[in-house]
DNA sequence: TGCTTATATATGTTATTCGTTATATAACGG
DNA sequence: CCGTTATATAACGAATAACATATATAAGCA
């Protein structure tokens, strides 16, 4: 889960947006992020590398030119560690669930038959 | 969207995973620490600091103690950025769409009325 | 071949991160 | 009140990160 890393920089989470939209080259980036950022061409450099080693892109030759697309894979396993968390936000229950775990005694409304993560809550 | 940055660290996303199932005391929340990582009591502390700042977990006082909990919607923001990517992975399409955007010319199978983000796909 | 373009790596600097030990603060129990 | 418990902050060092400038590498082209 190296991942977060590679994602913690803005740069970096910049460079996954524009090739979420499609192939690029270094080039292109390096000017989205001097354009965008004031950033050298060495410095997209460096955030390409670190985006490469986490496998959240991957690179291939093409004459001069090296082609960078998105690996959507290393973004699914965010995905998937979010899922441990999804109850607490994605149901119209997560806004009870965070009342009662926070030790309200006194729910706005009554909720048999249902589940959470939540300490205090029906499991 | 500094959340990325608060969960870059694989002891955070551990306490983050164990807010996930209820309220903690710092004190519960340094041991599990200590046990599973090794860290010192002012270690986990400062890493707790570190998620109250990012505003992925609260606290609240409790007597001596302090109680913990986890604040999903800072969660839900990374989920929220991830959407703008999941057409890459979450449909059966996603797999012909890498195919197509890294330039392969006869994808396994036809499929029309369909879109995805990368190039040279079907808009 | 030799100049130019495209991109990566090297080097040095400064800022940040993460850990430890030591210490401060405040509540608790006798 | 005092010792103990719970937790945060201070201080400091080592490792890492991120940037700029300079340079290496290799392809493209006249």
Redesign the interface.
Known sequence: ?NT??A????TR?RLV?EL????RTAGELAALARDEFGLSQPATSRHLRILRDAEVVQS?VDGARRLY??E??S??T??D??D???S??SSAL?ALG?EV??GRRTPTQDTTTTTT????VVA
């Open positions: 889960m977060f890393a994602l913690a920089d803005p989470r947006e979420g939209r499609g192939e291939r697309t998105l959507p894979q973004l699914e965010i995905d560690w979010l441990q968390f999804r607490l936000w997560a965070t775990a926070r993560n939540q300490d205090g």
